[in-house]
């Protein structure tokens, strides 16, 4: 029996999977039921205990409602759904504008989160705090001079970690996790949207020391300058992508770098 788990386990991740590029890409619309246990158990070639747990992580996910004798329903995820569903929407939905207004609204949402967690610390970070982002900062900065853009995504993300840990909030920490598990997806899934910023260095080094200095209101206006600057770019150079490219899932795309000229973001 322990054997037949992870399978299971598996099998159930794959439906789950399959499903939710379903409804994520429009193929299944809000308000439409899924066939009956019996039908999918059949469909997908396992058993029901296994389409359930499908069904369950669906639900979770608020992709679906499952009401007892109605069946499984699927939910518009749109009003229902979390951050979570940022990097496999991007990944299965067809309409590039719909994903391009995304992230336009996300970004600057992000921004906010940010700078907020950037008062804190300012303001509370102790000299541990400090210790630990400036060792974060030399291991990225040695990353970036490689030019490794995998290993300088996650070495930011753990930058980003300690920068919330630093303003010892949980209201924060809990604020910020959904928008930082949203990166570790979109750094994962899609690493052609990862590039290359020449002043990414730059920038650690000016916000440390703004941050060493207690200095709330340079280190705001340094993320500030930066994110809007690279943000703006990155969203430019998707325009450019959608201009010859009008439909198709970002997952499908070739990498950024390659399709537009304009100034790479990080």
């Known amino acids: 029996m322990d054997e ?3 399978a299971a386990s598996n099998i159930a991740t794959t439906i789950f999977r399959e499903v939710r590029r379903r409804i994520l890409s ?3 619309s809000p308000g439409e039921r899924l066939p009956g246990e019996r039908e999918l158990a059949a469909e997908y070639k396992t058993n029901r205990n296994t389409l359930r747990e499908a069904v369950r992580r669906l639900e979770q996910a608020r992709l679906v409602t499952v009401r007892h004798g109605q069946g499984v329903t699927i939910a518009d995820f749109r009003k229902s759904g979390t951050l979570e569903l940022l990097a496999p929407f991007l990944e ?3 309409d590039l504008g719909e994903s391009l207004h995304l992230l336009e609204d996300i970004l600057p949402a992000r921004l906010l989160v940010l700078e907020f967690a950037t008062r804190l610390a ?3 970070a102790d000299k541990d705090d400090i210790a630990r982002l400036r060792d974060i900062t030399d291991l990225v900065i040695a990353a970036f001079e490689r030019a490794d ?3 300088i995504g996650h070495g930011f993300q753990r930058w ?3 920068l919330v840990d630093a303003g010892h909030s949980v209201a924060v920490r809990w604020i910020a996790n959904p928008f930082l598990e949203a990166y570790r997806e979109i750094i994962d899934r899609f690493p052609a949207l990862w590039v290359l910023e020449p002043s990414f260095p730059q920038y650690l080094r000016e916000f ?4 060493e200095s207690a200095d709330t209101e340079r280190a705001v206006s340094v993320s ?7 943000d703006g770019s990155f969203m430019q150079a998707l325009k450019a992508i959608m201009s010859h490219r009008k439909s198709g899932p970002f997952a499908s795309s070739a990498p950024l770098a390659d399709e537009a000229p304009e100034e790479p973001r990080h």
């Open 4 to 6: 037949e788990r992870p």
């Open 224 to 230: 500030r300058t930066y994110y809007q600057r690279v």
């Open 208 to 211: 440390n020391a703004a941050l």
């Open 160 to 162: 980003l970690d300690a």
């Open 26 to 28: 429009g193929e299944l």
């Open 122 to 124: 300012a303001d509370r």
């Open 149 to 151: 853009p995998t290993l």
């Open 92 to 94: 299965s939905a067809t």
